[in-house]
């Protein structure tokens, strides 16, 4: 277990547990990459919950235990050092502060940008105090083993999804991560465990607040430590049972507009545990910044199209500037600009 120096809690958002189903969310959908009729499953499971687990996806564990260890090992170091790797603006070490809008976590973080140079030399130049703890989690080639691996991953789950919504070109959303410009990025989030729980009569902090993902997919994977959480459409939150052997894969705000609101872009959060740390890994699969996001004219079959059209980055302009929790596709839906 990862024991970190943290702050208060005092000022932290709490959710009043009484409202959360106590029990896992067993109705998960599981995928098996490995068996071909799980085309039609994937499809059912973007419509349904926007949110399902994939199993027999063919990245090496080893690739997955190296990060996560080195991961602890950085996270475990002196918050003055690590601090020095920040501030995350948006790249590097983060601690508490969730984008610039006022939103916090029981949560550090690094973000690093996956499909073009970062400086590395940021986290390195604080190595000389703990070198075993810091190089080998911060150095490129670490992160790019496991990002490569996770990202044709990615790719074979999006052409499926091409494939399920019969659309003719197979790679038409896999093309936007392959692109040598696709704005993808790579975040390691740590929750430290959260003792403070029991001041709040069992109520939990939150670690990472509700929110979608703007991007195309996002690919999930945590250690052996409860909570994740997913809105189900019926307005109950509901926990996700850790698996630290499989992925979670979201359906992101571009993919719902792409398929014109036939996958729903999942809303979810992180809670704090109170006896164990929690550590996630995200891969965020983004197109290119030109990239116009618009629903797919062999979808609309003669529907009216939900969304204007705009390119990504002014979709990530427009998310920057706003909460955590608020809808931001509603600046982009045609109905509500009409």
């Known amino acids: ?24 969310f067993n109705d998960v959908p599981i995928i098996d990459l490995s068996e071909p009729e799980s085309i039609n499953l994937i499809v059912k499971a973007c419509e349904e919950f926007g949110f399902f687990k994939v199993i027999n996806h063919d990245v090496p564990m080893e690739f997955i235990s190296k990060l996560e260890s080195e991961a602890i090992k950085f996270f475990s170091s002196p918050l003055s050092e690590k601090l020095k790797a920040g501030p995350a603006e948006p790249f590097g070490y983060g601690n508490k502060q ?11 973080h690094i973000l690093v940008p996956t499909n073009s140079e970062f400086n590395y030399q940021k986290f390195a130049s604080i190595s000389s105090l703990n070198p075993d703890n810091i190089r080998d989690f911060c150095c490129r080639a670490a992160v790019n083993d ?14 499926m999804l091409a494939e399920g919504l019969k659309i003719h070109q197979r790679n038409v959303f896999s093309k936007l991560l392959m692109d040598e410009k696709s704005d993808s990025v790579f975040r390691v989030n740590h929750y430290a465990s959260c003792s ?43 926990s996700v049972p850790p698996d630290p052997n499989s992925f979670f894969i979201n359906v ?12 729903k872009s999942v809303k979810h959060r992180v809670l704090t545990n109170s006896v164990k740390s929690r550590l996630s890994m995200i891969y ?13 004219p062999s979808l609309l079959e003669g529907k009216d199209s939900l969304y204007k059209e ?21 600046m982009f839906e045609k109905m509500a600009n009409s």
């Open 252 to 263: 992101g705000d571009s993919l719902q507009v792409m398929t014109n609101g036939r996958f």
């Open 146 to 159: 496991y990002v490569t691996e996770v990202k044709k991953m990615a790719c074979e789950v999006l052409e």
């Open 1 to 24: 277990m990862v024991v970190l120096t943290t702050p208060s809690i005092d000022h932290f958002p709490i959710v009043d547990n009484s409202f959360i189903d106590p029990s896992f």
């Open 196 to 238: 403070e729980i029991d001041e709040f009569n069992g109520n939990n902090a939150i670690g990472f607040g509700e929110h979608t993902d703007p991007q195309i997919i996002s690919i999930l994977r945590s250690n052996n430590t409860s909570g994740l959480q997913i809105l189900l459409k019926n307005g109950h939150w509901i």
């Open 98 to 108: 969730i984008g610039p809008n006022g939103d916090i976590g029981w949560v550090e």
């Open 284 to 296: 965020f699969g983004g197109p290119p910044l030109s990239e116009k996001i618009a629903p797919l």
């Open 310 to 330: 705009f390119t990504w980055l002014e979709y990530k302009k427009s998310a920057y500037k706003s909460k955590l929790a608020d809808n931001r596709l509603v």
